[in-house]
C-alpha cells in the first residue's frame, strides 16, 4: 500500500479516537495497529516491496534506487500536503500519521541492519499479514478500490472532525 494512504487512515484513526476517548496511547496505538489492518487487504504498490529498496541501498547502486526513493519522497510529500489541508495543521494529527508508517520504515530498516526484532516484525508485517492477500488473483481494479476507500474514509473523518 502506498504510504499516502497509511499516513492519512492513521491519522484518521488516531485523530478520532482521541476525540472521542481523550486517551492519547489508545489513539497513538490504533494509528500504530492502522497499518496493519490496511495492509490485510488487497491493494496495489508501486514498490516491489520496502525490503528490496533496503537491498538496493546497501550494495551502494544509486540509479537503481534513484527512482523509487523519488517515488517514496513525492509520496511521502503529497500526504503531508492532504495532511495539512484536512487537519488544520494539529501537529498531533501528522504523529499518527508518523505513526502509520512506521512498519514499512521497519521493513526496509531489517533489510539495512539485520536484527532479530526486525526479522521478527518482517516475518509479522512482510510474510504473514500481507500475505493473506498479496498472492490472491484479484483484478488491479480491486486492489485501487481498497485504498480509494480507505482514503475516503480518512478525508471524510479529517473534515468532519470532532
Known sequence: ???LVHMLFGAAVGY????LTGSIWLSLTLALLSHY???LFPHVEYLKSAESLGKRIKSDKFKSYFFDLLKVLLD???GLALLFL?????????LFAILAIIPD???????L?????????????GEKIQYLTKNKKLSKFW??????IAVLISVIVLELGE
Open 143 to 148: 486492489r485501487v478500490f481498497t485504498q480509494v
Open 76 to 78: 511521502f510529500l503529497i
Open 16 to 19: 478520532k479516537t482521541y476525540s
Open 1 to 3: 500500500m502506498i504510504l
Open 113 to 125: 541492519f539485520k536484527n532479530t526484532i526486525l526479522k521478527r516484525h518482517q516475518e509479522l508485517h
Open 105 to 111: 520504515g521497519l521493513t526496509v530498516i531489517n533489510s
Open 86 to 94: 484536512l487537519s488544520k495543521n494539529q501537529i498531533i494529527i501528522y
Open 37 to 39: 489492518f490496511l495492509d
